[in-house]
């Protein structure tokens, strides 16, 4: 990049340290900070001017930088099994100890729950609002056991978004802004546009996306995305992505893209370098993930149903066909020889069906896959001798399919 000029990685850098500021001098000039699940309504607090973190993207950090264990300990000193989530101990744990060298966050005054992802949430931000002594919003999405949401559902999850401005206006004693509402839709549609069209050029071949990027943008998707920054941001990563595909260039400029794989679940964050490198050392790129595609969250402008049914339809939330079909689809849609599916200690909602779906997807769309064990921020649930036998595993059966297509 020429002098003066800021890649994406650079702003995604300013952008996140501008984010945690905020959230810091919110709270100390006495405005209220709220904690919110990863993939709640944020146009409903964007609208508000309410101040958020996201305790998933801070638990996340922190098992990035190897800090995890500390915060775990705090957590299973105090009773919580180490069978629960890790974001959870993590952010149990620091909600006690309150120091990360990762980063720091203040304390909330509201907790905003989306249980779209799990039910494990609904306890855990329970167990943080009676200790805080602060309120607890609940948006709950049921489950989605047909094919396609049904209307009785939405009709709840809209009755539901009323009563939360409600309870919002009385917390903070502000009237909530319809015209803020329409434009942070906006924005925040505009924002996923350009994070779904970066993503999706992963289908290129080669693909001049590397899915362990994708992974660490994904953090300002999560935060920004009813923001202009989190637009600019993507769109800037959109122009750098484009611009490398019209080059020909691949994911790496110091090796090929051989296999294109798509990694099923949420990363190891405590060895994203490693599982990287070991990825990278066979030539391996992560062209696709089910779970960045999470934060698509698009709808029709002035449509509140259409935006309660946008956050029903995480693919956490939906039936096993619905997620079978999905990857199939994105299986075909991006060139995949193969799928890696993290059977993840933490996320027992997404490993349940693991083994089904990956049972189906082999049948259905003749990609190699693979399976190995592994956790988001608890390091001692990952072993890297054992991924990278599994992986070395999954590029012998890679090999032998292209050799037999002729590629």
């Known amino acids: ?41 944020q146009e409903i607090l ?51 100890l309150r120091h ?20 494990t949430v609904i306890k855990w931000y329970e167990n943080l609002a009676k200790q805080l002594h602060i309120p607890m919003i609940m948006f709950d999405t049921p489950f989605v056991h047909t094919y396609d949401i049904p209307g009785n559902s939405v009709v709840y999850m809209r009755r539901q978004l009323t009563s939360i401005i409600h309870q919002l206006e009385n917390i903070t004693g502000k009237e909530f802004n319809y ?40 953090a300002m998707i999560v935060c920004n995305r009813g923001n202009p920054d989190g637009e600019r941001l993507f769109k800037l990563w959109y122009d750098e992505l484009a611009a490398r595909a019209a080059a020909g260039k691949g994911p790496w400029d110091n090796a090929e893209e051989e296999y294109r794989v798509m990694w099923d679940g949420i990363a190891c964050w405590p060895y994203l370098s490693s599982t990287f490198k070991i990825l990278k050392k066979y030539g391996i790129n992560v062209v696709a993930s089910t779970y960045p595609d999470s934060w698509n969250i698009r709808y029709e402008i002035d449509n509140i149903d259409g935006l309660v ?68 921020t608890d390091p001692r649930n990952f072993s890297e001798a054992q991924f990278e036998t599994r992986i ?11 050799a037999e297509r002729g590629q």
Not at 100 to 119: G, W
Not at 339 to 365: P, V
């Open 1 to 41: 990049m020429s002098s003066g000029i800021l890649s994406s990685k650079q702003l995604l850098n300013q952008l996140m340290e501008k984010h945690y500021q905020n959230a810091r001098e919110a709270k100390a000039d006495g405005r209220p900070v709220v904690w919110a699940t990863s993939i709640s309504p």
């Open 46 to 96: 964007e609208a508000m001017d309410l101040t958020v973190v996201y305790p998933e993207n801070h638990a996340a950090a922190i098992g990035a930088r190897k800090e995890s264990m500390p915060f775990i300990g705090q957590a299973e000193s105090d009773g919580y099994s180490n069978d629960i989530c890790s974001y959870a101990r993590v952010n149990l744990g620091y909600e006690k």
């Open 100 to 119: 990360a060298e990762a980063q720091d966050i203040p304390m909330p005054d509201i907790i905003l729950c989306c249980n779209n992802i799990c039910s």
């Open 179 to 218: 015209d803020k509402l329409r434009h942070v839709m906006i924005t925040s549609n505009s924002a996923c546009s350009w994070w779904k069209k970066a993503t999706e050029l992963g289908k290129l071949v080669p693909s001049p996306l590397s899915g362990f990027d994708m992974f660490n943008y994904m």
């Open 309 to 376: 049914s946008a956050y029903a339809s995480h693919y956490a939330n939906r039936s096993l066909r619905y997620g079978a079909d999905n990857i199939a689809k994105i299986a075909k849609e991006y060139s995949l020889d193969g799928i890696i599916f993290h059977s993840n200690r933490s996320c027992k909602l997404m490993d349940l069906r693991q083994l089904e779906i990956q049972r189906q997807i082999e049948k259905r769309a003749g990609v190699a896959t693979v399976l190995f064990d592994g956790d988001q």
């Open 392 to 402: 070395q595993a999954l590029v012998e059966v890679m090999r032998q399919r292209k």
